[in-house]
Nanobody, 117 residues
Framework: QVQLVESGGGLVQPGGSLRLSCAASGRISSIYAMGWYRQAPGKQRELVARVISLSVTNYADSVKGRFTISRDSAKNTVFLQMNSLTPEDTGVYYC???????????WGQGTQVTVSS
């Protein structure tokens, strides 16, 4: 089993910043991908950003230039630096991990991000 512990969500004003963290622990042989998805009220869960292997990054078009994902492979931790936040970024952010070889996916419990004045 793999456990994911997320932190860093909260309430922020438009234009503000937040930094999310997700630490993975447990039976991890090797992580293939780590990333973040989000789900806004009444909408489907969508990819925000992810790191594949150690260097390939994907971002949703809506966050390019504002969000930066990074990964500390030694600590099995992924970070999401979110700048210039807008109300459209509001939602529950979920950490997502894919373990290499088994290709099993794990999800965090979610952390709420609210952007409001």
């Amino acid at each position: 089993q793999v456990q994911l512990v997320e932190s860093g969500g909260g309430l922020v004003q438009p234009g503000g910043s937040l930094r999310l963290s997700c630490a993975a622990s447990g039976r991890i042989s090797s992580i293939y991908a780590m990333g973040w998805y989000r789900q806004a009220p009444g909408k489907q869960r969508e990819l925000v950003a992810r790191v594949i292997s150690l260097s390939v990054t994907n971002y949703a078009d809506s966050v390019k230039g504002r969000f930066t994902i990074s990964r500390d492979s030694a600590k099995n931790t992924v970070f999401l630096q979110m700048n210039s936040l807008t109300p459209e970024d509001t939602g529950v952010y979920y950490c997502h991990v894919v373990v290499r070889l088994s290709w099993v996916e794990y999800w965090g419990q979610g952390t709420q991000v609210t952007v409001s004045s």
